[in-house]
């Protein structure tokens, strides 16, 4: 479980994050959800420890992670920018975390290999990332995060360099893969249609507040303002 509690970030004069509080629970989906410079970005770098909290505070399982380096943190992040290794095999993509926290080289192999097949990506473990599709290494960006167990997958628009057919696509899939891993993942997405498809959750930002939390339905059935209303019966 996370927890955040009136969690603010001030860049100078300009407020990115005002007094966010929400139990994250484990295993849930919950996509952050607002338009451009709402502060979904802002948020998740301050989980992942990018991005220092000006106030408030952040668990993880009940410790006050707050002061933590990224480093130090177990979570995630899977960005918009697909960010592989470009001279790493696609397996040494994969095991380059597990690398990092001193998994031996038999084990790194099996887990990379067993990630690779959870995204559909089973026998590409020889491949040179440059060869690969957008979709292609949006999964295997997937499966690097994924590999080495972390506490919360944090997912920045992930999919929002792909095109529309494609994207639709990888909802579905995100999906699938989040309900095959049973891990807890943040997905940031100023996409509407994104977030009812993938989310356990929605949290509704705007202004660097976090308006409302609750399942697609409540959200869409009862929006708690007319911001939340208007953001959603926009359809573009
Ligand atoms: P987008 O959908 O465009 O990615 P976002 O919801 O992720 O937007 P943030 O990137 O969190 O929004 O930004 C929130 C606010 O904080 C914006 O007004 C932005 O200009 C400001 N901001 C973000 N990062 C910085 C920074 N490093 N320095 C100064 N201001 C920043
Ligand atoms: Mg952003």
Redesign the pocket.
């Known amino acids: 479980e996370i927890t955040l509690s009136e969690l603010e970030?001030q860049?100078?004069d300009?407020t990115?994050?005002e007094d966010v509080s929400v139990d994250i629970r484990d295993g849930e989906l919950l996509c952050l959800l607002?338009?451009?410079?709402?502060?979904?970005?802002?948020?998740l770098?301050m989980i992942a420890g990018l991005e220092e909290p000006t106030s408030g505070e952040i668990t993880i399982n009940g410790e006050d992670v707050t002061d933590q380096s990224a480093y130090e943190r177990n979570t995630s992040t899977v960005f918009q920018d697909w960010a592989l290794f470009p001279h790493k095999s696609v397996l040494e993509n994969v095991a380059f975390g597990l690398k990092m926290r001193d998994v031996p080289k038999e084990q790194r192999r099996e887990r990379a290999e067993a990630m690779l097949e959870r995204v559909q990506m089973g026998g590409y473990g020889d491949e040179d990332p440059t060869n690969l599709s957008g979709g292609q290494k949006q999964r295997v960006a997937l499966a690097r995060s994924l590999a080495v167990n972390p506490d919360v997958l944090l997912l920045?628009?992930p999919l929002s360099n792909l095109d529309k057919r494609l994207r639709e696509d990888m909802q579905i899939e995100l999906r699938e893969i989040h309900e095959d891993v049973e891990e807890t993942f943040v997905h940031?997405t100023?996409d509407q249609d994104e977030a009812f498809t993938l989310a356990d959750r929605i949290g509704i930002?705007n202004e660097?507040e976090l308006i409302q939390v609750g399942e697609p339905t409540e959200v869409y059935e009862n929006p708690a303002n007319r911001f939340i209303e208007g953001f959603l019966g926009d359809t573009n």
Not at 34 to 43: F, I, L, Q, V, W
């Open positions: 970030k860049y100078g300009t990115a994050v607002g338009p451009s410079g709402s502060g979904k970005s802002t948020t770098r920045d628009e940031v100023h930002m660097g």
